[in-house]
Structures are given as C-alpha cells and as structure tokens.
C-alpha cells in the first residue's frame, strides 16, 4: 500500500454502459491501495441505474467541486476533455483510460488499467503538461466554453451561410476568413478538428497555436502558426447575424458584433504519462502515422 492514501475522482462516460463494464475490478484495484474515491455526481448515478454495486463507500460530487491528488477519466478523448474541464486550475493530473476505440489522449488501455494504478500509486509515472486557450467575448469570459485544452473554433450555423471572420494577432490585422469557420488549436488538440480540416501535427511542448480555417472560400488561405503568447482578436458577420462557438465539444450561440479574444490560459492541464509511453508512438499506433499501405 502507498505510505499515502491517495485520493481520486472519477468521471466517466455516460451513454455508452460496455465502456463502464470494468469499473468494478478498477474501484477494487483503487481499495486495495488504499485510495479516497470520489465520483462525479451524473456517472455514479449512471453506473448504479445500470446495476453496478459496490458504490456504498464512493463519494459523489458535482462540477469541480472536488479535491483530489488525482482525476481518473473512463471514456475516451471526449472524456478526458470533460474531465479537464472539471479540473481547470486545480493542477491535478488527470488519467485518462481509453474505454473506446481510437484514445488518443486516453492512451492507459482498459486492460491495462489496473497495473497502470499499481505504477502510479508506487510513484512509477510521469507529467505531460498541455496549453490551454482562453475565450472572452466583450471582455468578460465566455459562459461554459471560456477555457480549451484541444481547440476553440468559431463555426456558421448549420443552415446559414458562410460566415466573415476579421482576425487580428496582438493588435495587426492578418486576414479576413470567408469560410465556415475558423479552428484556433493547440498543439494537444492539432491531430483532432484541425488536422482533419488540413492543419499541421504540432508536437507538445512546443509553444506556438495554430490558425485553421474550415472549408475557406479562397485557395489561397491556409492554416498559419502563431506564438501561444499572441493575443488573437476576432470579429465576425454572418447572414443570420449569430454563429456557434465551439470549446472542446461544448458549444454556444454567439451574435455577430461581440468582439472575441483568444489567449493562452494562466495554467496548464496536466496527464499521467506512464513509463514508456512517448508521442510518436502514440503517432504510429494510434494514427497509423507513417504506415505504407501499399501491397
């Protein structure tokens, strides 16, 4: 057992009940270390609406309303983001188990969650740490999608048209988007919304943002990378005079005329790398990175 009990809060995903399957054998792992379990208020209810036992001695709790030394995210990426939204600024690490397909940020694999708790509770394990972005409209922050770790995107409305995006970087105008919209993304959330729009894989660490616009009007325009200590500044039209922002999967109606800033956050999220486990391996075998498929 750890010289410290360890305490842990648990978000998990709802919709789908085989994803949750292996929760019991992961809390029996977390009891014979000793751990505090708390569990987020909406996925305890789900695991014992879905005939899970054993919740007697797990706490409940709401939002981020919780204290912990570390998060432990069941789902997939969607999760992990959800999770690190519950975090914020408490600088827990999360970590995060793949209970899906593809897990590119969740990269602890179901079946190898409970040696994996073992290696953490002995200390065996180490930080990544991801950029977050922030969003203000106005000056004020911006309801539910003000923070990011992967991207904040700027999107018309399913039936409208396409949507003016004036854009300026620490005060000097760079160009007007005529587009769907527009990804600004960091490097965490560069092989997610905007690689598949055409922008760059950006390795962690590396301190800059990228700019990538959705289906633009002009061939002409392409993804640009910017430092992430630049101030990016955006004003937009569109014909239905409002559009979506949209914040690691949570999303709000903005109307045309609010001014919007984009920056990088005063803190940064933090996952548990296990021992081993690099980027580029991630690359290859999550994405195929690299692989010739030619017979």
């Given at each position: 057992m750890a010289a410290k009990q360890l305490r842990f809060a648990v978000f998990g995903n709802i919709y789908q009940a085989r994803k949750s399957a292996g929760i019991q054998s992961i809390l029996s792992c977390l009891r014979h270390h000793g751990a505090d379990i708390c569990m987020e208020r909406m996925f305890h209810a789900f695991l014992s609406d879905s005939g899970n036992k054993g919740l007697d001695d797990v706490k409940v709790f709401d939002g981020n309303d919780f204290d912990a030394d570390f998060v432990l995210s069941m789902g997939g990426d969607g999760t992990l983001?959800?999770?690190?939204?519950?975090?914020?600024?408490?600088?827990?690490?999360?970590?995060?188990?793949n209970m899906g397909r593809l897990g590119f940020l969740a990269n602890v694999g179901a079946g190898d969650i409970n040696k994996a708790l073992d290696d953490i509770c002995a200390g065996r394990y180490e930080i990544d740490e991801h950029a977050v972005i922030q969003l203000s409209a106005g000056g004020t922050p911006f309801g539910g999608c003000s923070f990011a770790m992967n991207d904040i995107s700027i999107l018309k409305r399913d039936n409208a048209s396409m949507i003016t995006i004036h854009t300026w970087i620490n005060d000097e105008y760079i160009v007007t988007y005529r587009a769907d919209g527009l990804i600004v993304t960091t490097p965490?959330?560069?092989?997610?919304?905007?690689?598949?729009?055409?922008?760059?894989?950006?390795?962690?660490?590396?301190?800059?943002?990228?700019?990538?616009?959705?289906?633009?009007?002009s061939l002409n325009i392409r993804p640009i990378v910017i430092p992430d200590n630049a101030v990016i500044r955006l004003e937009v039209e569109s014909r239905s005079h409002n559009f979506l922002?949209?914040?690691?999967?949570?999303?709000a109606d903005c109307r045309e005329g609010v001014q919007l800033e984009i920056r990088k956050a005063p803190y940064t999220i933090k996952t548990v790398k296990l021992v081993g486990h690099t980027y580029a391996s991630t690359l290859r075998e999550k994405m195929m990175w690299g692989v010739d498929t030619r017979k």
């Open positions: 983001l959800k999770s690190a939204a519950g975090v914020g600024d408490k600088n827990i690490p999360v970590v995060g188990v965490t959330g560069s092989t997610a919304y905007s690689l598949s729009n055409g922008g760059p894989i950006i390795t962690p660490g590396t301190g800059i943002l990228c700019l990538t616009p959705v289906a633009p009007h922002i949209a914040a690691d999967g949570r999303s």
